[in-house]
């Protein structure tokens, strides 16, 4: 699932190429990606590209007036093209959600425009994709109960520290929850747990001021690194960019580069945590199962 970090890459990727850009031709083609009727997406032809934003894990597209937002879920990516097909899609049929072109005002080689074409694709049985066309961002559901983005500069310690002292959840869960804390998912938790040496199953108001002050870094370090790596790189790039500095998600089994322990998972119903039991439980190994209790 992309996370903050993709998603702010791809959020700048696209602002780069598509502000000042029309967006000529709007194709959906799930049955299930468009989540709003009024205004009809087909209000967005015709209209100019004004600016990318993002909110935790949306992309949003300004479009003098209406927005178009969409989440990317588990299984959702981009693709992008400068020679872009302009072919009419069959309706509930492909891995491709949702087809959009634009007309840049670059010119091309032959003295035309700069055309592109973005592919809103989808892998597997399962479609969790979503698009909206709204007004205003915050008549999405999902984005008016975002919590505070974490590396915004509003964001502070004290924030922090009031989340984690209100709450009984495990740590890992409450990272990963998008209304308290806005752009994490099961990937950088993992990472930013095992960075500042906690459990991923440590109830949330027991950490001490100490270990909230290490993981508030640790939020910032893990999730500023990433961001840094992936701004700059296309949609093509940033999966394996991704993958490439994960340190211990993912990589179960392997050794872990902090200690040599080896890489240890727990396994849920629709994804698994990855943890180093001596940088992060005592040594413990932690029961592989939805039920399992934090190992002191």
Known sequence: MPELPEVAGLSAFLGARLRGAVLTK??????AVLKTADPPYTALEGRTISGVQRRGKFIILETEGIYLAFHLAKAGW??????PSHAVLARGKG??????EFTTNR??????????GIDLTEAG?????ALYVVRDPEQIPAVATLGPDPLSDSFSLDDFAEILAASTQQIKGLLRNQGVIAGIGNAYSDEILHAARISPFAIAKS???????????????ILGQAVAEAVGKAPNELKDAKRN????????????PVCGDTIHEVSFADRALQYCPTCQTGGKILADRRTSRFLK
């Open 245 to 256: 500095t994960m340190r211990v998600h993912g990589r179960t089994g392997e050794e872990c």
């Open 107 to 116: 010119p091309d080689a032959d003295g035309g425009a700069v055309q592109i």
């Open 207 to 221: 950490l001490d001021p100490a270990a909230v002050r290490v993981l508030y870094d640790s939020v910032h370090s």
């Open 125 to 129: 049985t399962k479609k969790s994709l």
């Open 26 to 31: 709007i194709q959906i083609v799930s049955f």
């Open 78 to 83: 981009l693709r992008y093209t400068e020679s």
């Open 95 to 100: 891995y491709i959600a949702a087809r959009l």
